[in-house]
């Protein structure tokens, strides 16, 4: 059993950045695909970008392109997502994700995910 913990949310203000970081467990860190999702109050769970095994491919939704940027330090078995030019709207409990595969030009879909964290609140005042 993988276990993943996300540390790092918090309050910000609009326009301020956060750094999330997600720690894994797992020696074999490499071999997964990492993704972060978000959950917003009375929304769906969706995808806001991942990273493959190496760090060589990104992807992230529309929402986010520009502000976001997911990165990893497989050393170490963590993945950091850097919010910057943050708005109200991307307040949400934030998850990072485990996955086997993953496909050129889109994001993660649920089902696909084989480890999730417990997620940590990112609330973005004003």
């Known amino acids: 059993q993988v276990q993943l913990v996300e540390s790092g949310g918090g309050l910000v203000q609009t326009g301020g950045s956060l750094r999330l970081s997600c720690a894994a467990s797992t020696r074999t860190f490499s071999n997964y695909n990492m993704g972060w999702f978000r959950q917003a109050p009375g929304k769906e769970r969706e995808c806001v970008g991942r990273?493959?095994?190496?760090?060589?491919?990104?992807y992230y939704v529309d929402s986010v392109k520009g502000r976001f940027t997911i990165s990893r330090d497989n050393a170490k078995n963590t993945v950091y997502l850097q919010m910057n030019s943050l708005k109200p709207e991307d307040t949400a409990v934030y998850y990072c994700?485990?996955?086997?595969?993953?496909?050129?030009?889109?994001?993660?879909?649920?089902?696909?995910?084989?480890?999730w964290g417990q997620g940590t609140q990112v609330t973005v005042s004003s």
């Open positions: 990273i493959s095994y190496t760090g060589g491919s990104t």
């Open positions: 994700a485990a996955a086997a595969r993953a496909y050129n030009g889109r994001c993660l879909f649920e089902y696909e995910i084989h480890y």
